[in-house]
């Protein structure tokens, strides 16, 4: 298992931006799939970006072109660069990892951090 902890989450106008980090500790992160997952009260998790280990990348529609995932194995840490930030960008952030296999349902990760929470005013 691998441990996850989010930081870099906050408040923030709308136009503005935020970078969330995601660390891992237990086991490297260099095998694993990482995905950023965000909830808001009442709705499902959803995806918003995903890397595997080699880097290629996947983002939710609502997304593309404001966020960036990235990952440093050297620092066993990936990271979401989130610009253009909207209202309803608001939710709690969740970085998640899984082995090998890029996917994209919440349910397809087994090892969660517990979330960062990012809030976008207008």
């Known amino acids: 298992q691998v441990q996850l902890v989010e930081s870099g989450g906050g408040s923030v106008q709308a136009g503005g931006s935020l970078t969330l980090s995601c660390a891992a500790s237990?086991?490297?992160?260099?095998?694993?799939?990482i995905g950023w997952f965000r909830q808001v009260p009442g709705k499902e998790r959803e995806v918003v970006a995903v890397?595997?280990?080699?880097?290629?990348?996947h983002y939710a529609d609502s997304v593309e072109s404001r966020f960036t995932i990235s990952r440093d194995n050297a620092r066993n840490s990936a990271y979401l660069h989130m610009a253009s930030l909207k209202p309803e960008d608001t939710a709690v952030y969740y970085c998640?990892?899984?082995?090998?296999?890029?996917?994209?349902?919440?349910?397809?990760?087994?090892?969660w951090g517990q979330g960062t929470q990012v809030t976008v005013s207008s």
């Open positions: 998640a990892a899984r082995l090998v296999i890029m996917l994209f349902r919440p349910s397809d990760y087994d090892n």
């Open positions: 890397i595997s280990a080699s880097g290629t990348t």
């Open positions: 237990g086991r490297s992160l260099k095998d694993y799939v």
